[in-house]
T-cell receptor, first 115, second 109 residues
Framework: DTGVSQNPRHKITKRGQNVTFRCDPI?????LYWYRQTLGQGPEFLTY????????KSRLLSDRFSAERPKGSFSTLEIQRTEQGDSAMYLC?????????????FGPGTRLTVL | DAKTTQPNSMESNEEEPVHLPCNHS???????IHWYRQLPSQGPEYVIH???SNVNNRMASLAIAEDRKSSTLILHRATLRDAAVYYC??????????FGKGTTLSVSS
């Protein structure tokens, strides 16, 4: 069990550019969650997948954001036309929803800076 | 709405026990109580969770009030590495975690 991994760990981009982040969950975990965290705040939910199906999106996920989990394994989060307000830590978590339990394990995050 | 209430900050001395309180007075019968902690520039780390009974693991103990309206995370012997933001979260299995601002724990040597 190597844990949840995220790439890249840091991304600096200019306003208006597109960026894509990748999350590799713990093997066999069927749930994958994306969160965003700004300085001084707790993480905020963005969206989650059950296998390859995207089941819920937060109102924070504007139409510039899109997430996929094409084969029910890794997931990507893309932000189009980045804005300075998108600067944040993007966190991925995975879990195995089974038997009424669903403990989420987080990756190290991708820190995005939009100039 | 985080649905839990925690003190903004707490202080402890190394090797002493730490009791971190959390109020979740509107908890429903199917809500679990989770605790995570987060070091600067790292993702949240799972600590412990419970439903009704007290729970112990290698990291900490979780004491849940009989009416489930509050809980306490217990670190038996604080170390400098325990200095972090601790989040208390209530949620139903299969739903997103809703984080508040947590409790910032400082540990002095």
């Amino acid at each position: 069990d190597t844990g949840v991994s995220q790439n890249p760990r840091h991304k600096i981009t200019k306003r208006g550019q597109n960026v894509t982040f990748r999350c590799d969950p713990i093997s066999e975990h069927n749930r994958l969650y994306w969160y965003r965290q700004t300085l001084g705040q707790g993480p905020e939910f963005l969206t989650y997948f059950q296998n390859e199906a995207q089941l819920e999106k937060s109102r924070l996920l504007s139409d510039r954001f899109s997430a996929e989990r094409p084969k029910g394994s890794f997931s990507t989060l893309e932000i189009q036309r980045t804005e300075q307000g998108d600067s944040a830590m993007y966190l991925c978590a995975s879990s195995l929803l089974a038997g009424g339990k669903d403990t989420q394990y987080f990756g190290p995050g991708t820190r995005l800076t939009v100039l | 709405d985080a649905k839990t209430t925690q003190p903004n900050s707490m202080e402890s001395n190394e090797e002493e026990p730490v009791h971190l309180p959390c109020n979740h007075s509107t908890i429903s019968g199917t809500d679990y109580i989770h605790w995570y902690r987060q070091l600067p520039s790292q993702g949240p780390e799972y600590v412990i969770h419970g439903l009704t009974s007290n729970v112990n693991n290698r990291m900490a103990s979780l004491a849940i009030a009989e009416d489930r309206k509050s809980s306490t995370l217990i670190l038996h012997r604080a170390t400098l590495r325990d200095a972090a933001v601790y989040y208390c979260i209530r949620n139903q299995a299969g739903t997103a975690l809703i984080f508040g601002k947590g409790t910032t724990l400082s540990v002095s040597s």
